[in-house]
């Protein structure tokens, strides 16, 4: 009796290797500067706490404000992104309502719940 070999994986295209090891690369990057962010901070409290003074503190603030910067940006993106595609949203639908003449109290479909008059 002849043992079958495991089915053959298609091959990637090699568009498709590039995007999969660009996207490796990008997620390696981020956890990167992540793990230096937390060290980073893990640093400056644990010298906070040795020294517990006010001189410093403003030291440390003055000297790390600017990492910062790091939860900023990645904060930042989605929230703007999600901000955007509310308004895009109610935009839609205020365009959508005057174009078929619909009255306000009409479902949004949207939001998946009947109006108020709506038969069931």
Not at 8 to 31: D, F, G, I, N, Y
Not at 86 to 103: F, G, M, N, P, T
Request: hydrophobic share 50%; net charge positive; charged share 20%.
């Amino acid at each position: 009796m002849v043992a079958k070999s495991p089915p053959r994986l298609p091959a990637l295209t090699a568009s498709e290797a590039e995007a999969k090891r660009e996207q490796e690369e990008m997620s390696a990057a981020w956890a990167f500067i992540w793990i230096l962010f937390a060290f980073k901070m893990a640093t400056v409290f644990l010298i906070y706490w040795a020294s517990q003074s006010y001189d410093t503190g403003m030291f440390l603030v003055a000297t790390t404000w600017f990492w910062l910067i790091i939860p900023v940006i990645a904060c930042a993106a989605p929230l703007l992104f999600r901000y955007r595609l509310l308004k895009v949203r109610r935009r839609r639908a205020q365009l959508r309502r005057s174009e078929w003449l619909l009255d306000d109290d009409l479902p949004d479909p949207q939001a998946g719940t009947p109006a108020a008059g709506a038969r069931r």
